[in-house]
């Protein structure tokens, strides 16, 4: 009986010694290694079309400080998967680092644009950096004052109108695009038919003027605003395909509120919102 209740006792001594024993630390998820990005570079070089490596890849070369080889991984993956919103913010980031101020507010503003709820931090972030981004780009020279004489310039939604420009506003202002374009930077965003922007142009200048776009089936997105910088139009392009889902391809203009409107850049952009032709801030990191 001694002998059985002295095991009984070691087994309880044993079993209470397991439970203050503290439970071993998770490992650490691994560190980088040359050996991983050897890996992830032979990966897309095997397969160009496997998303999944693309944006390991970015991820891996942004924590590693090479913003340069995040950027082309990141746009890779967008490209393989044009749904995905968070690889904007990841190269949003990283182009702001490179300096890349054009590049960065297109990517963040369509982050901002687009990102789910589930986002909310990195939108608040985006958000700041969008901010400081904007206070540091200086409208270019030949802007300077239309940027400072715009400031009380009201929109044209506000001002009072002819009756043939005033419908041609209102048309412009009711497409299903337009609430995003403006959330993503875009005081007043306007979307016709080209025939219809070119009247628009003469109305505003008072006169016919040389056609604006063409050909008069084409579709024209119009961005503009009042005191900040506006959005680049290689920004634009794409919030305006994944809304309104064109057939064809469609062109851009971004620019100053103020008479006449001042483009800060133009182009011209396929029906999935890529880059076809164009000039101007944005266009450069694209190309």
Not at 121 to 129: D, E, F, G, P, S
Not at 209 to 238: E, G, I, Y
């Amino acid at each position: 009986m001694t002998i059985a209740r002295a095991s009984v006792a070691a087994l309880a001594l044993l079993a209470a010694c397991s439970r203050a024993r503290p439970a071993p630390a998770p490992e650490p998820a691994p560190a980088p290694t040359d050996e991983s990005q050897e890996a992830l570079e032979g990966a897309v070089a095997a397969d160009p079309k496997d998303a999944r490596s693309w944006y390991l890849l970015g991820t891996l070369s942004q924590r590693n400080g090479n913003c340069e080889g995040a950027v082309v991984a990141y746009r890779r993956y967008s490209e393989l998967m044009p749904k995905a919103n968070e690889p904007h913010y990841l190269m949003g980031v990283c182009q702001q680092k490179l300096g890349d101020r054009a590049g960065a507010l297109a990517s963040l503003r369509r982050f901002v644009a687009e990102a789910p709820k589930a986002l909310d931090a990195r939108v608040t972030h985006a958000r700041k950096l969008i901010a400081t981004l904007e206070a540091a780009e200086q409208p270019d020279a030949g802007s300077a004052g239309s940027a400072a004489a715009s400031k009380q310039e009201p929109l044209l939604t506000k001002k009072k109108l002819s009756g043939d420009l005033r419908r041609l506003v209102d048309e412009g202002h009711a497409h299903r695009a337009v609430a995003s374009l403006e959330a993503a930077g875009c005081d007043l965003a306007l979307v016709w038919k080209a025939a219809k922007y070119n009247r628009f142009v003469d109305l505003q200048h008072g006169t016919k003027m040389p056609l604006q776009a063409r050909p008069p089936t084409d579709t024209v997105v119009w961005c503009q605003t009042r005191s900040t910088v506006p959005p680049a139009c290689a920004q634009v392009a794409p919030i305006f395909a994944r809304v309104a889902h064109p057939t064809q391809p469609f062109q851009v203009f971004s620019g100053y509120n103020d008479p006449p409107f001042t483009p800060r850049c133009s182009g011209l952009h396929d029906k999935s919102g890529k880059y076809v032709s164009g000039e101007g801030p944005g266009y450069a990191s694209v190309r």
